[in-house]
T-cell receptor
Framework: EAGVAQSPRYKIIEKRQSVAFWCNPI?????LYWYQQILGQGPKLLIQ????????DSQLPKDRFSAERLKGVDSTLKIQPAKLEDSAVYLC??????????????FGPGTRLTVL | AQTVTQSQPEMSVQEAETVTLSCTYD???????LFWYKQPPSRQMILVIR??????QNATENRFSVNFQKAAKSFSLKISDSQLGDAAMYFC??????????????FGSGTQLTVLP
């Protein structure tokens, strides 16, 4: 089975520019997560989708970050405009959303963003 | 809100030896799940082991086992017969099991494990 795909793997931009990341979850996975991982820290959830609806976006900086999951499959995360503190690895994960005891999140390789 | 603390930023172990990584957490919930994830330089997070809070028996997966102390809110990972491929950043994570809760993970800050040949 193919894993979670993300692109690009690396991105370097100037502050105040815009950037978008793409994620393709594992086929059939209803739930999709975007995490932000700043260097030296653990990942922090930005937004969670269940199919194409938002379950939790309480930690998403909505003045500059946006995300969508059209048709309940692929998702894009956008930053506009970027700030220096947005430099991080952006991880996408998906899960089948079966019984809680067996539900597992599978992670993609991440996109490393550097804002200069 | 739940918090996860990993107090060891770095650890090292000789190949074939045993190492224990520590994790403590804070929660007011009685039912939850705990996880250890491994993140090699490729950045892909890989699930190592999980523990259901309602189970008293400690989880094991081959060379990996946990010591789950619910009252102390402690969840340590033991790696036996360490191999060079075990070198990575290890994250402890918490997930609520409350009915209707979103299933996002709350991560600790990680422990960088070095395996010495």
């Amino acid at each position: 089975e193919a894993g979670v795909a993300q692109s690009p793997r690396y991105k370097i931009i100037e502050k105040r520019q815009s950037v978008a990341f793409w994620c393709n979850p594992i086929s059939g996975h209803a739930t999709l997560y975007w995490y932000q991982q700043i260097l030296g820290q653990g990942p922090k959830l930005l937004i969670q989708f269940q199919n194409n609806g938002v379950v939790d976006d309480s930690q998403l900086p909505k003045d500059r970050f946006s995300a969508e999951r059209l048709k309940g499959v692929d998702s894009t995360l956008k930053i506009q405009p970027a700030k220096l503190e947005d430099s991080a690895v952006y991880l996408c994960a998906s899960s089948l959303q079966r019984a809680p005891s067996t539900d597992t999140q599978y992670f993609g390789p991440g996109t490393r963003l550097t804002v200069l | 809100a739940q918090t996860v603390t990993q107090s060891q930023p770095e650890m090292s172990v000789q190949e074939a030896e045993t190492v224990t990584l520590s994790c403590t957490y804070d929660t007011s919930e009685s039912d939850y799940y705990l996880f250890w994830y491994k993140q090699p330089p490729s950045r892909q997070m890989i699930l190592v082991i999980r523990q259901e809070a309602y189970k008293q028996q400690n989880a094991t997966e081959n060379r990996f086992s946990v010591n789950f102390q619910k009252a102390a809110k402690s969840f340590s990972l033991k790696i036996s017969d360490s191999q060079l491929g075990d070198a990575a950043m290890y994250f402890c994570a918490y997930r609520s099991a409350q009915r209707g809760s979103a299933r996002q993970l709350t991560f600790g800050s990680g422990t960088q494990l070095t395996v010495l040949p």
